[in-house]
């Protein structure tokens, strides 16, 4: 179905040689007049006598610092790669990521975040932030000593073991130091201590060093006093040995060494 005498579509091409063209409003007529506006076809926009512009193509804008060429980047260079050796071997995705082909900015903005990252995994201080930030303290610092010891509630080390250390509150006991040992994943120092109950029988206590004050490594054969809170039970690990051993656990805030 042809197109009406007069009508026209802005976004149609369509040229129609055989009829004049209004410079203004681009209708095609055959009249000397254009029907829509009324203005008279000039000499140049007459059927026969009109050339007709070509319409320039719009280019498409390119990003900045882009030459429009297909680069295709090696799949050790890809961000997924690059980011997973980062956090497996910092150094090595230091050096992936230097050597591929992205912008220089975001080559010394992830050098110092890998950077960052080595230091406080390798150092042990993201550890200890995590632990500053979302870790509570396991002994109640905001006593004074004099204060905390008065809290305290005294016991015998078969008393404080039949509870498994899970009845919460304050306690102080006399014991003696068996070896220095370690729990998994956790940079406190521990010690196996030993008490005895009424019948001579020996009663293993783990005495975990939360020490305020007076901090003091304690040697196999010391006789301590000690005053902290109850933590449950813990497992520990003989690092001479490779054994281990569970019993009740008292987070030490302060101790004495009974001479």
Known sequence: MGRMLGAFDPDDELDRPDLNKCPDCGCYFASDECPLCGKTCPPEMRAGARVEQKKKKKKRQRPSGSTGRVTFIPWYHSW?????????????????????????????????????????????????????????????????????????????????????????????????????????????????????????????????????????????????????EAAGEETVYNEDTYDSCTAPCLNMAYAEIKK
């Open 80 to 228: 997924w790669f690059i980011l997973i050796m980062t956090l497996w071997m910092p150094l090595v995705g230091i050096i992936l990521f230097f050597t591929s082909p992205y912008p220089k900015k975001w080559k010394i903005i992830l050098s110092v975040v890998a950077a960052a990252y080595m230091l406080l995994v390798y150092t042990g201080l993201g550890s200890l932030l995590i632990r500053q930030i979302f870790e509570e303290d396991p002994v109640n610092s905001k006593l004074s000593r004099e204060a905390y010891m008065e809290t305290c509630r005294e016991v015998d080390a078969e008393a404080f073991y039949r509870s498994a250390g899970s009845e919460e509150g304050y306690y102080t006991m006399t014991l003696t130091v068996t070896r220095r040992v370690r729990q998994e994943y956790n940079d406190r120092t521990y010690y196996l201590c030993t008490g005895t109950d009424g019948d001579g029988r020996t009663i293993t206590i783990i005495i975990r060093d939360c020490l305020l004050a007076d901090h003091v490594n304690f040697l196999p054969g010391d006789c301590i006093t000690v005053w902290g």
